[in-house]
Antibody, heavy 118, light 107 residues
């Protein structure tokens, strides 16, 4: 079955960097676009970034544009989110998610918590 | 960017009631809209895509409608397991913005 397992979260000081990973299994990873979505504690869902199935294009939310970078390694079936210049408002659970056709999100990981605090 | 709003922000209804949640886009998005259910402490679950297509495995009491800027999610007969927050999401183009959510509980 489809599995998405995030890792790399933790506590980080403002201005520092962190890289999240998402290990995918149970499907042909290279055939699907992938999303990152985050959810601050007690808040709603916020879409963060998308990478196309072949890595040829990426899209970002305005709140992270220029600071975050989404990438993928199809040889490792792994999705990444490089987060630079972190801010307290980036504190959230970060979910890795797989699209179904049309960018709808069909499968979600369990999430990894990122806390930005001094 | 297109903004997504939802109403109401919360509602309380009795078991068996019909419940309707509205999602509005600030500009037309054709039928490129999804609905998700997030139960407390759980990850979101896709209910409806392309505004009205029921995702496999989702109970038929859930239905979606709309096109352009106005969309609705209807639960035809509310069940205790439907207690959750419901989100819409635009999927026509980036950014793939979510609505703020509608919290549904049982009266």
């Amino acid at each position: 079955q489809v599995q998405l397992v995030e890792s790399g979260g933790g506590v980080v000081q403002p201005g520092r960097s962190l890289r999240l990973s998402c290990a995918a299994s149970g499907f042909s990873f290279s055939h699907y676009a992938m999303h990152w979505v985050r959810q601050a504690p007690g808040k709603g869902l916020e879409w963060v970034a998308l990478i196309s199935y072949d890595g040829s294009y990426q899209y970002y939310a305005d709140s992270v544009k220029g600071r975050f970078s989404i990438s993928r390694d199809d040889s490792k079936n792994t999705l990444y989110l490089q987060m630079n210049s972190l801010r307290p408002e980036d504190t959230a659970v970060y979910f890795c998610a797989r699209e179904r056709t049309g960018y709808y999100i069909e499968c979600w990981g369990q999430g990894t918590l990122v806390t930005v605090s001094s | 960017d297109i903004q997504m709003t939802q109403s109401p922000s919360s509602l309380s209804a009795s078991v068996g009631d019909s419940v309707t949640i509205t999602c509005r886009a600030s500009q037309g998005i054709s039928n490129s809209l999804a609905w998700y259910q997030q139960k407390p402490g759980k990850v979101p679950n896709l209910l409806i895509y392309a505004a009205s297509t029921l995702q496999s495995g989702v109970p038929s009491r859930f239905s979606g409608s709309g096109s352009g800027t106005d969309f609705t999610l209807t639960i035809s007969s509310l069940q205790p397991e439907d207690v959750a927050t419901y989100y819409c999401q635009k999927c026509n183009s980036a950014p793939f913005t979510f609505g703020p959510g509608t919290k549904v509980d049982i009266k």
